[in-house]
Nanobody, 123 residues
Framework: QVKLTESGGGLVEAGASLRLSCVAS????????MAWFRQAPGKDREFVAR????????DYSDSVKGRFTISRDKAKDTVFLQMNSLKPEDTAAYFC????????????????WGQGTQVTVSS
């Protein structure tokens, strides 16, 4: 029902900032809760942040809390991940995901995924 496309990744130095975007297609985008996950080579995909369909409720993993901010713009069908104070351990492919309701961090509960965008942080 929805198609997700991420962008905004790149190569930056430690301490720098990046803003990832996830553009969604489809008429029902505003009814979906959204999330960001990331996966480093050789590691499992892990939860990063999530946001409710209304954009009020948010949740972050301990590793990014205080540094990353998730937000959404319903008018433009876009979800963002503002990443500040980036660390080398943030290096990973970042994926946007969607599901019908807010309330879970589990990868298996999200049915729609983007292709990913690479974030690389050098020291």
């Amino acid at each position: 029902q929805v198609k997700l496309t991420e962008s905004g990744g790149g190569l930056v130095e430690a301490g720098a900032s990046l803003r990832l975007s996830c553009v969604a297609s489809g008429q029902t985008f505003g009814t979906y809760a959204m999330a960001w996950f990331r996966q480093a080579p050789g590691k499992d995909r892990e939860f990063v942040a999530r946001i409710s369909s209304g954009g009020v409720l948010t949740d972050y993993s301990d590793s990014v809390k205080g540094r990353f901010t998730i937000s959404r713009d319903k008018a433009k069908d876009t979800v963002f991940l503002q990443m500040n104070s980036l660390k080398p351990e943030d290096t990973a492919a970042y994926f946007c995901a969607a599901r019908r309701s807010y309330g879970t961090r589990l990868e298996s509960d999200y049915g729609y995924w983007g292709q990913g965008t690479q974030v690389t942080v050098s020291s």
